[in-house]
């Protein structure tokens, strides 16, 4: 009976997904030639302001989603980092069954009047003024330990999620870590022993821990000016909606890494390429036998007392989109950035070994970095897909696209988790009053 | 820029979607010519036994979604059950943030070996034979208030979630009851003049009442075999999918809703229609100024203990489908059931006034109902979208499609939860192993 139901044909369909699937790849930028100015400032773009999907119907003009609108575009986007999972299909990473851990707080009313000079500007700026000025949707600041500063607007309050874009491969990454600390994993091992299917692809001969790092040699343009760029052939590839009839490319991605070619040498340079971290969670997946959300849950989400389940969304063969498809709750982050500091440890268990946190903190290879020329993040480096500041706070970070961040300082004993939908995604455009934001918390919380 | 990103334009697309909603409607019906011997049986048809969707990345035969799987068809069901985020837009049924509620616990090894005889049978089958007979997922007896029988199978298991089904509509309706019971809405007043965007429909001079007990005169079909047939229509109005650019009909629940026709006179007989429970979701979303989903975690699921969140799918507006679409833990079902038996008492807090539960428990026109002719089901009742058996144990349940209850016994003070993925998608076939068997197990509890 049902199995009888006839197929549905569509002569034509605007795929929204595939936009949005574009935009959770789109990545960390050098420069940006877009201001912030350009767009509405943070109140006007509030989605609640807006009235964005709010009534039953919400009014058509109203509405994120269909008919054919483009749920990513800015301010639509405001409050579609929020409902990611009501747009597109995902995966869950369980919390388990058991009670959340709460924070213990120490809320330090003196860090909204903090201030510090924006890179390139010569006025100050204060705390308070930096969260509307990088549209922050939530600020989660801990200090020894507990919560001194917790902050929520826009789309997002404390039992809400946001899209952590591609802080995921933070995350994809941290796991990669554990299972080479575990000896489970080879960071030697060409890429080819561990996924055969990948031989014949730019990964083939590329090490595990190239790939990690992200000094991989790949072909792969994420030039979204360019039709012909292998992002769109990545995105129809990812797309977790049916493949159109006639449609002949690689399905999931799985098949579409196969098919990326080799450019340059691998281990010469960085390149910050979203594929990396989806080869990672191939590699993952296959050494464990999980999926990465699956692997996630069982190693740190449902150990470490989140109060939320994470999610990830997935390509059409359900594979978790390991570079980009984390939405998670702001506190949950939080202990993210807890066990990081930690190094491991978090309400009084050991989830991995020290080492994971030690290798991460202590950063990549700077001079590969610097090939790639990011002028907010000078003398830094990438390391298991995290970006490692080498100042002298030993300050390090998950980094992502519209101003996501996990900011680790193990010097003032700080992990600071920001959601934010900035209309620019490009962080070269939000870090100059962001970073220096952060080191001056780092500053004053240092002399509390 | 991404602003920029040229829409995709697929010409032929098959549409999953189209037939996963169109299952989760088909509604419980009278007789069934298809036999569940016409199947591989229960150990046969085990998604883990059949290996779908395992390896990274599964293997194509493997594959229940792309490319071009109906994901609704058994055996894929068998694991689609537990998996329907996965597969489309969904939207959360907060627990909120606090601790879970665990159950206390007496299990009783004396159930399995329990006898009946199926309706129509003539041959004594156990409880244990009828859990495979049932194709069941997952099974929670509580007597007295503690768990006293708990089984996973396929692809359920304790932190697992299944499809609920038309289990959803109980819920829609409890919520109803609730708002009724609490003079913020009345049941005698015409749906016009609470949603007026319904005046011209065959809803509009229905009365809240009739469209809680599904006594509406509707021209509706959802004869799946005719494809001219209303289901289709709102089918494709409900699906979540980008609808093609030529799409001239409805978009979402409530414009469907809008054009349905009246066909006889309200009041007069009992038609089990899903859109009916669309409509109280429209009613019960314009009173309180909440979604189905946050209306549901701020009266319920927020305030019972649940262990898990739940979900509901959407529509491509957001609209949760009120009619079908919810997604849940076995034993957060449970609560639902405790709460119905404890009349709105649960842990020691009072969710909602016992006049709901009694309301429900006793039952609604037998007449109108009669005239359905439901063989399994004869001189039941339905009220504010529960089943109500009228046997002399009191019990009443929420039902859905291929298997699925909540049954409440007041006199056995039994609460009995299945979750199942019966091959034939009609409660015509999988009752007479069922209702007896639940049957025989509130008898031996009352004996306790």
């Not at 591609?166 to 870590?177: D, H, I, R, V, Y």
């Not at 001969?205 to 790092?213: G, H, I, K, P």
């Not at 996630?296 to 939320?308: T, V």
Request: with cysteine.
């Amino acid at each position: 009976m049902k199995q009888g139901v006839a197929s549905v044909k569509f002569e034509a369909l605007k795929v929204l997904q595939i936009n949005a699937m574009a935009a959770l790849v789109l990545t960390a930028m050098t420069n940006g030639s877009i201001a912030a100015g350009d767009f509405p400032d943070a109140a006007a773009s509030d989605p609640n302001t807006l009235g964005l999907m709010q009534g039953f119907p919400p009014p058509t003009e109203k509405r994120v989603m269909q008919p054919d609108s483009n749920f990513f575009s800015f301010p639509k986007l405001r409050w579609t980092v929020c409902h990611i999972r009501e747009l597109m299909p995902t995966k869950q990473v369980s919390r388990g069954l058991g009670a959340p851990v709460a924070f213990d707080y120490a809320l330090d009313d003196g860090i909204d009047a903090i201030t510090f000079t924006p890179i390139g500007g010569n006025k100050p700026m204060t705390w308070k003024e930096s969260l509307a000025a990088n549209y922050t949707d939530g600020m989660l600041i801990m200090h020894k330990g507990k919560v001194v500063y917790e902050y929520y607007t826009g789309c997002l309050n404390e039992a809400g999620k946001h899209g952590a874009m591609s802080m995921t491969k933070s995350m994809t990454g941290l796991l990669t870590e554990i299972l080479v600390a575990e000896g489970k994993l080879d960071e030697k091992a060409p890429v080819s022993s561990i996924v055969p299917e990948l031989k014949d692809s730019a990964f083939g001969d590329a090490t595990v821990r190239q790939v990690m790092d992200m000094t991989t040699g790949l072909a792969y343009s994420e030039d979204y000016a360019d039709p012909k760029a292998d992002i769109w052939v990545y995105s129809a590839a990812a797309n977790p909606l049916p493949k159109p009839a006639d449609y002949k490319g690689p399905v999931g991605y799985y098949e579409y890494l196969q098919t990326v070619k080799k450019e340059g040498e691998h281990g010469d340079a960085f390149g910050y390429k979203t594929i990396n971290s989806d080869a990672l969670g191939w590699i993952i997946s296959r050494v464990s036998g999980k999926s990465v959300t699956d692997l996630f849950s069982e190693r740190i989400w449902s150990r470490m007392g989140a109060e939320q389940d994470g999610y990830f969304t997935v390509d059409g063969i359900g594979t978790p989109f390991a570079g980009g498809g984390l939405s998670a709750g702001l506190r949950d982050l939080g202990r993210i950035g807890q066990l990081m500091l930690n190094k491991g440890e978090i309400n009084g268990e050991r989830l991995f070994p020290a080492e994971v946190a030690d290798n991460i903190a202590g950063g990549g290879d700077k001079a590969a970095f610097g090939k790639a020329g990011y002028k907010t993040l000078p003398g830094g480096s990438y390391r298991g897909m995290w970006w490692v500041f080498h100042n002298d706070h030993g300050a390090y970070a998950a980094r992502g696209v519209h101003g996501q961040t996990i900011y680790v300082d193990p010097k003032a004993d700080m992990v600071l988790v920001r959601f934010s939908s900035h209309p620019v995604a490009k962080n070269g455009v939000i870090d100059p009053t962001s970073l220096p934001a952060y080191e001056a918390v780092a500053e004053y919380l240092l002399g509390k």
